[in-house]
């Protein structure tokens, strides 16, 4: 297996990043610095990185999660807050696949195969993500065109978004808001710029997986064909 492969598998970063991070000397296969495009055969090299030994997991668990609100995305939060680990249990070593704000809730997918999230985040694939976003007060179309053309925020114009209005009750408007970008806090910047209060927000969609009817704090496994979605050239 080629060396990038080796460590993307094993969580260290994208294959493209691991090119860089053996580039920069970090890596070391049997005692000796490792070279770009180096093949390892996993069963038997000793592979470092900045000096601690990196193995494959043995078996790759992929969960989806419904994150509740309130719950920090870290494997342990500085200011000791409930992590979305604390809602599994499972002696696999876990990850989540990009992140939620703590305020926000909805799916989001664990796993310990380092190349599944490497995947998903890569912007090359752009598999979209579907909010659901309740927002205080009732909306105007104007405003709904403004979001879906992409807002300006400190002079930089945000990506195009597909917005469709879901339902208003006479205090909050519900929309489906769909992204294919991971910009940080992408969704709460947008309303922020058109002076909009989020008051819940909720991922119900990532690529062709849903939340569907899984309960608040509840996880579990994906299907294989909703592995194969992400797997699989797209
Ligand atoms: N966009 C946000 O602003 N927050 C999230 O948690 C996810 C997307």
Known sequence: MRLNKFLSACGVASRRKCDEIIQNGQ???????ASVGQEVNQKKDVVTLDGARLKLPS???????HKPKGYACTASDERGRKTIFDLVETDARLFSVGRLDYNTEGLIFLTNDGEFANKIAHPHFHFEKEYQVTVEGEMKESELAVLRNGVVENGVKMPKTKVKFLSYDGKNTKLSVVIDEGQNHQVRRMFDCIGRTIVLLKRVRIGQVRLGGLARGKAKPMTAEEIAFFMGEK
Do not use: S
């Not at 890596?27 to 610095?33: E, L, R």
């Not at 078996?59 to 999660?65: D, R």
């Open 27 to 33: 890596v070391f296969v049997n005692g000796k610095v």
């Open 59 to 65: 078996e790759f668990v992929y969960l989806k999660l």
